[in-house]
Nanobody, 126 residues
Framework: QVQLEESGGGLVQPGGSLKLSCSPS????????AGWFRQAPGKEREFVAS????????SYADSVKGRVTISRDNANSMVYLQLNNLKPEDTAVYYCAVDRNRPAAARRSRDDYQYWGRGTQVTVSL
């Protein structure tokens, strides 16, 4: 069992930046693929970014490419999502997730992830 906790969300003005963090408890997730998803009110949860177990493969949604960077620090069992040049349409609850089955991949489908955090709210507004 992997339990995930996100942090770093908040209120930011358009053009601002945030760095989200994801930390696990329980079994180490250093050998698993990790991903970030988001869900805006009234919308389905959508893929944002993912990273393979060693960081060698990274994948980004087209809507955030160039503005978002996913990274991980396996020595400290952390995964990060750096959000830059934020837009109002980035407002959502951001979720960290783990795929234990495909460590060398960076999947984009939420169905590929078995463990989820509870999310952290990101609000982009004046």
């Amino acid at each position: 069992q992997v339990q995930l906790e996100e942090s770093g969300g908040g209120l930011v003005q358009p053009g601002g930046s945030l760095k989200l963090s994801c930390s696990p408890s329980g079994r180490t997730f250093n050998v698993y693929t990790a991903g970030w998803f988001r869900q805006a009110p009234g919308k389905e949860r959508e893929f944002v970014a993912s990273i393979s177990w060693n960081g060698g493969i990274r994948s980004y949604a087209d809507s955030v490419k160039g503005r978002v960077t996913i990274s991980r620090d396996n020595a400290n069992s952390m995964v990060y999502l750096q959000l830059n040049n934020l837009k109002p349409e980035d407002t959502a609850v951001y979720y960290c997730a783990v795929d234990r089955n495909r460590p060398a991949a960076a999947r984009r489908s939420r169905d590929d992830y078995q463990y989820w955090g509870r999310g952290t709210q990101v609000t982009v507004s004046l």
